[in-house]
């Protein structure tokens, strides 16, 4: 049997064997290893960085098949903002070109979650447009990503954060900003601001408000850490990591994912 058609039923069997009432609401994902992945093929750090956008829509198809309701991609943070402008001016083009791929195929609800005005203005401006086209289009009509009659991006799509200028701290110092500056315009004092802050007052303001904290946190690449992917939002997560760098990762590889978190016992501190 040549390796595809093993593949294939590998893939339909671990895919058959996965209850979607235990699928996880919403997954986090910090797309990693773009550069090892191009620098092991040969290939300069914008081959990469390419290659992984290129997966981005067939992982939110699966990950749409699988029941999940929430994806947050990780795609730039606040510390990438400072790698060489070489690499980041390509990197930061690669990113909008997705974003409106994204966007034009009008199956999904986009949110931008991120500190965008830390952005190059014209890099900032064309994300804001595309995630705008893409709201527009819920009333219109909007084909699948394969340019079938899949489900149209309305309020049952799937609902998909792209992170770009994401940082956990900076997050969190924008959500306290917003906070204090909404009381200031009610007219509280300092103090009374302080006397009757509560967590939800921060959830509140956060990138991701009104929307479910991520189950499920994937990073890809081997790394074991966040380096602060949604730290407010990823107390009670269960993470996965994966050695796959992220141009490499399959269908096999989230669906491991989803055995794997299926299987866990989320406690919850209770
Ligand atoms: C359009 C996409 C997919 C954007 C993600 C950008 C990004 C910083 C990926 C991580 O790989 P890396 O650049 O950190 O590579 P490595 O971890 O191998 O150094
Ligand atoms: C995947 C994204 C977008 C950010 C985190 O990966 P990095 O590669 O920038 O993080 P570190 O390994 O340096 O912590
Ligand atoms: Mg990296």
Redesign the pocket.
């Known amino acids: 049997m040549s390796g595809d058609i093993l593949y294939n039923l590998y893939e339909r069997r671990l895919a058959a064997r996965l209850d979607p009432a235990r699928a996880p609401h919403h997954v986090g994902v910090?797309?990693?290893g773009n550069r090892r992945w191009a620098r092991a093929m040969g290939f300069g750090a914008a081959q990469g960085h390419k290659r992984g956008a290129d997966k981005i829509a067939e992982f939110l198809t699966w990950a749409e098949q699988a029941g999940v309701r929430v994806v947050t991609l990780?795609?730039?943070?606040t510390?990438?903002l400072s790698r060489d402008p070489a690499e980041l001016s390509p990197l930061l083009d690669i990113i909008n070109r997705a974003v409106e791929d994204l966007a034009a195929t009008g199956h999904w609800r986009l949110r931008l979650v991120g500190a965008v005005e830390l952005l190059p203005e014209p890099v900032a401006q064309r994300l804001r447009a595309a995630v705008a086209r893409e709201a527009h289009d819920e009333d219109g009509a909007a084909g699948s990503p394969d340019g079938g009659d899949g489900a149209l991006a309305g309020s049952t799509a799937m609902e998909v954060n792209i992170a770009v200028g994401y940082g956990g701290r900076q997050e969190i110092a924008d959500a306290v900003r917003a906070l204090l500056r909404e009381r200031a315009a009610d007219g509280a004092s300092l103090e009374e601001v302080a006397a009757s802050l509560r967590e939800e007052d921060i959830t509140d303001h956060l990138y991701t408000k009104g929307q479910p904290d991520p189950d499920l946190v994937i990073r890809t690449s081997g790394?074991q850490?966040l380096?602060g992917f949604l730290l407010w939002q990823s107390v009670h997560s269960e993470y996965y990591f994966c050695e796959v760098n992220w141009p490499a990762f399959r269908r096999i590889d989230f669906l491991r994912a989803l055995r794997d978190y299926s299987r866990r016992e989320r406690r919850l501190g209770r």
Do not use: K, M, T, V
């Not at 990780?74 to 943070?77: A, G, R």
């Open positions: 910090i797309l990693d990780w795609l730039l943070s510390d990438n790394e850490r380096s």
